[in-house]
Structure formats: structure tokens, C-alpha cells
């Protein structure tokens, strides 16, 4: 009896394909990782849908997430499921792709970057007695990786992500983060679903900080497509250590705004809790026309939001913060300003992550072009660290 992988898009069933036939195979990109092994023999019910695949949502920005198992298979020897249409999708906000072409940047001019290549949207993840920290794909490197014992001298460390799964295509890998859950270390990540042609987020597990990273899903993690995709997947642990994972969805042309998302995370770190609610949303004239990368952090009993604002190409784009009454919020915005921007030869700071230093000093991590070198080609987003403390309730970078 012969089997057939069925292909499901929003809404339904799009066709069945034989094993072996033309138009059976999976279009993978170059650091695509094999299919994953045949599963059981779908039944039609909701569980045998491909673990990942996003369903429609089952109320406002609720991605559904389905539970794990094997590709859906059908029985070619009965009928197969009438196909549904292609459900349309809302056209994204336009955003250039932030991976960068290898080479072509200026010499950094004293800026006070700590390394001096292209570093975009970094996250820095302490792990005794290193700090690694993880970047925005840039060239062929997925996730460029270097670490440091001191966050100020650096050194190289490769790709903590070899292979991206078969779902995904190469060459759209953005603002990583790892997340450390006792023995494992999980790498969250943005990439481009080929099925919708939107970025959505993954993980990938590995034993040791510095990866190599494994990502064995069939589908993206999160991935709200009537919101333009999801992007910027950041890990915050409370002080009860409950795991949250904040994003943010991308907006679309039909008026939706891009928002920042908090969910609870399992235990684990590998699967997510209930429903996400959403902490800010763009709508200060600073920000326009995105809200991004999202990074939370708890001084006492207030929780900070840090947040990007505008667009990254541009000496325009900043930091600003909002605070949250909890995890999931709400949050409130304070000021009408950004609280970092752009000044002397420090341009567009923004891509941040907030981490505690070994001394127990607050940091805050980030990339900013260096002046008047901004975009690209000749600009590169280069690695800063600053101290943050809290003075009346209100951050300062210094």
C-alpha cells in the first residue's frame, strides 16, 4: 500500500505526493537539515497535523501550536481530502533583510565597539566563566558566535547553527537567543517559512552554549501570519523561574501595527503555555513605523521592557523602554523619547538584550553603525555593551 506526505497550507489540505514522485520533495535550502522520518497514518483530526504548522488563530494574534509527532500521511488507496483554497495572506510591512553580505564594512573609527565586524541584533547569554554572544546571520554564518571571559576582548567561535530545518529557507536567519534549562541551552531564532514566504521563529537545542544548535521541527514555533510573521524571539526568566518568550509580530499593510508578544514557556524552554498577550505596540512618532527586539528585565518589583524603534538601516533608530506590571503585562510607556539614540559617532543603536555580568552588574548589549558610515555596504552594525542601572525608577545607559 502506497504512502503520500500531505501538504498543508492555512486553512486545510492543499495535495498528497507520492515518496519518491516528481514534486515530492521538499524544497530545502543549502544548510537545510533531512526530512524528519514517515509518522503514523493521518486519521483527519487536528492532531495529525504537522507538529508547528500554524493554524488559524483562534482568537487575536493567537498562533495555535500543535503537538509533536511525525509528517501527515496518507492512504493513496482511498480518497483523499478535498483541498481547501489557499487562504491569502495580509502583505507584511516591508522590512530589508537584515543578514548582511560578508565584507565591504569601513574600519570602526572609536566608536567603542568591542568587536570590530558586523554583529547585528545581539544576544548576550553569561555561562561561567564565558560570555557568548550570538548575532544575526551575516555572510554564510547562520549565527555567528564569539565569546569573552571580561566583555571586552573577544574571540571567534563559529556558527552555533549548522543546519536549519527543512521548512525553512536559508538566508533570512535573524536576531538569535539562548535560553539556558539545566543540562540543555535552547537557541530561539527568526527564519523565513517557505510555505507562507513570512518570517516566523524556531528553536533548536544543544548541550553546550557554544552549539552546534539542532533544530529537528516541522514547523515554526510561532508564526502569526495575518500579523505579517513573527520576529525577535527573547527569553526572560522571573525571579520564581518561569520561562517567557517575548516577540514581535510585523505589522501589515492593511493597517495592523507591529506589536510585541509575551508567552509563558514550559519548563523545558521547547514549547509554549496558553495564549501570548501583548505588551506595546507601535505609536510614537519616534518609533514609527516598527516596534522591534524586545528584551525584558526585572530591577525589585518593576519589570523593563527594552525595545527597538524605527527602521534599522537608519541613523534614526533607537532604544526605548516601556514598564510592565508583570511578564505579560500591561505595560505603559513613560516617555516620548527614546532612551538611547544616535549621538557623536554612535548612529541607529538598537538590536539589544539585556544580561547580568558576573559582578552582578546590569548590561546592556547592542549594535550601532558607526558614523557617517550607516548601511550598507560600507556601514556594519558593530557590538557595543554599556552599564544599566536604575535611578527613580527610570533606566540610564552609561
Known sequence: MALAVVTLVAGGVAAA??????????????????????????????????????????????????????????????????????????????????????GGAAPDRGSGAVWPGDFPDPFVLPSAPMYYAYS??????????????????WQWVGDALPRLPSWASWGYLWAPSVLSRGATYVLYYTTRDSATDRQCLSRAVSAVPQGPFVDSSSGPLVCQTDRGGSIDPSPFVDRDGTPYLQWQSEGTLNGEPPRVWSQQLTADGLNLV?????????????????????????????????????????????????????????????????????????????????????????????????????????????????????????????
Open 274 to 398: 496558553g495564549q501570548p498577550r501583548e505588551l506595546i505596540h507601535q505609536d510614537q512618532g519616534w518609533e514609527f513605523p516598527i516596534v522591534e527586539a524586545p528584551s525584558m528585565f526585572r530591577d525589585g518589583n518593576r519589570y523593563y521592557l527594552f525595545y527597538s524603534g524605527n527602521r534599522w538601516q537608519t541613523a534614526a533608530y533607537a532604544i526605548g523602554y516601556a514598564v510592565c506590571a508583570s511578564a505579560v503585562g500591561p505595560c505603559t510607556k513613560p516617555s516620548s523619547s527614546p532612551l538611547l539614540a544616535s549621538s557623536g559617532s554612535l548612529a541607529g543603536p538598537g538590536g539589544e538584550s539585556v544580561f547580568t555580568d558576573a559582578t552582578g552588574a546590569t548590561r546592556l548589549a547592542y549594535h550601532a553603525w558607526t558614523q557617517p558610515d550607516v548601511g550598507y555596504p560600507k556601514g556594519a552594525r558593530r557590538l557595543h555593551i554599556s552599564s544599566l542601572s536604575f535611578v527613580g525608577g527610570q533606566p540610564v545607559v552609561r
Open 17 to 102: 505526493t507520492t515518496p519518491g514522485s516528481p514534486g515530492a520533495a521538499h524544497p530545502t535550502a543549502r544548510h537545510a537539515a533531512p526530512a524528519p522520518a514517515d509518522g503514523a497514518v493521518a486519521s483527519g483530526d487536528p492532531s495529525s497535523v504537522p507538529p508547528g504548522t500554524v493554524l488559524p488563530p483562534a482568537g487575536p494574534g493567537a498562533p495555535t501550536q500543535v503537538p509533536s509527532g511525525g509528517p501527515v500521511l496518507a492512504d493513496v488507496g482511498h480518497a483523499a481530502p478535498k483541498a481547501a483554497p489557499a487562504r491569502t495572506l495580509p502583505p507584511p510591512l516591508p522590512e530589508p533583510n537584515r543578514a548582511s553580505a560578508p
Open 136 to 153: 544575526t546571520q551575516v555572510g554564510l554564518t547562520d549565527v555567528p558566535t564569539i565569546r569573552s571571559t571580561d566583555l571586552v576582548h
